[in-house]
């Protein structure tokens, strides 16, 4: 089963924008509710007002019929649906499919090994490289010595936090990956047969992702809170923040801290003393060949024992294509 938003065709622009309208009221727009109203949300012409277009028009938007709209129909179309800054880049990528990210032959290839060694020197806490899809392609030495399952070269930080044992026992679970959903959908590209393979192992199995991942949610911010389970000192709250990498587009380096003076400070202060410089090592294989990661480690399993050492203290994923 696959949710429409990952499949080709008109429908992915239509549910975008019926998603924007359902979740506006009158009185944000300063509308008049009247009497007896039903509709969840704005109506159709009630839109097209606000933006300074016929309804006809708006319509064939909506149905995915007209692939051309001017900018200064965009940009009415960004205010009358009081789109922020991600909703208003992510429209564009619907209607203008070949704005998309683009894969390229052969796959993206090797991580840039500057930025692997980057990565390295931010030896404060853990750093995760994750591509569009959310899977994790590179991890400093603070990453590796945390031993935690979704930091792990392969895993894959949606499928990894909709696991039933997560979902349980995670604190703030709903919140999170809630949260996680809006991410996805706003990094991956919605043609890409590894973002349809998570959407629809998900939609599947887990009907809390089937909601969100149909809501069209995006994330406001780059930047959270999110409990994490530590080797040695159980679940601490650790804050992360997103910073996008240049040139790869929808990949993005997460970089994880603790407040000042709590638990996930003094966490976080021991595995960067335990993973020390060059500590970390690479699984076999290189990393521009093989295949992409298909699916994430169960929680409690490790990747392969390493082989051999990478000239810095950041491990890669093997099958990473």
């Not at 429409?4 to 309208?21: E, H, Q, T």
């Not at 109203?37 to 007002?49: D, K, Q, S, T």
């Not at 569009?132 to 392969?154: E, L, M, S, T, Y």
């Not at 149909?214 to 159980?234: D, Q, T, Y």
Request: net charge neutral; aromatic share 4%; hydrophobic share 40%.
């Amino acid at each position: 089963m696959e949710d429409d938003a990952v499949s080709n065709g008109p429908a992915p622009i239509g549910d975008f924008l019926r998603s924007r309208r359902d979740a506006l009221q009158p009185e944000d727009v300063g509308l008049v509710r009247e009497a007896g109203r039903r509709v969840p949300g704005l109506r159709r012409e009630e839109v097209a007002a606000l933006a300074g277009i016929s309804p006809e028009y708006y319509l064939r938007l909506e149905q995915g019929r007209d692939h051309q709209p001017s900018q200064q129909v965009l940009s009415a179309l960004a205010r009358a649906l009081r789109l922020d800054e991600n909703q208003g880049r992510y429209l564009l990528r619907l209607l203008f499919p070949p704005l998309r990210p683009q894969r390229p032959a052969g796959g993206p290839g090797p991580v840039d090994p500057d930025l692997l060694a980057a990565m390295d020197g931010l030896s404060h806490g853990p750093v995760v490289l994750l591509d569009p899809n959310k899977d994790v392609i590179a991890v400093n030495a603070a990453a590796r010595a945390a031993q935690h399952d979704a930091w792990r070269c392969g895993s894959n930080l949606v499928l990894h936090t909709f696991a039933p044992e997560v979902k349980l026992t995670l604190p703030g679970w709903a919140a999170h990956a809630r949260g996680l959903v809006a991410a996805l959908r706003l990094t991956a590209d919605l043609d890409d047969p590894r973002l349809q393979e998570v959407v629809g192992t998900l939609s599947v199995r887990d009907p809390d992702f089937r909601t969100w991942w149909a809501s069209h949610e995006l994330p406001s911010s780059a930047s959270g809170r999110v409990p994490c389970p530590v080797r040695g000192w159980g679940t601490v709250e650790l804050r992360w923040q997103d910073l996008a990498v240049p040139h790869r587009p929808g990949h993005l380096l997460r970089f994880f801290h603790a407040d000042a003076g709590s638990a996930g400070e003094a966490a976080l202060r021991a595995l960067t003393a335990e993973a020390g410089p060059g500590g970390a090592t690479s699984p076999a294989g290189n990393p521009s060949e093989g295949t992409a990661p298909r699916s994430a480690p169960a929680p409690g399993r490790r990747v392969p024992a390493a082989r051999r050492p990478l000239p810095h203290a950041v491990t890669r994923d093997p099958l990473r294509r």
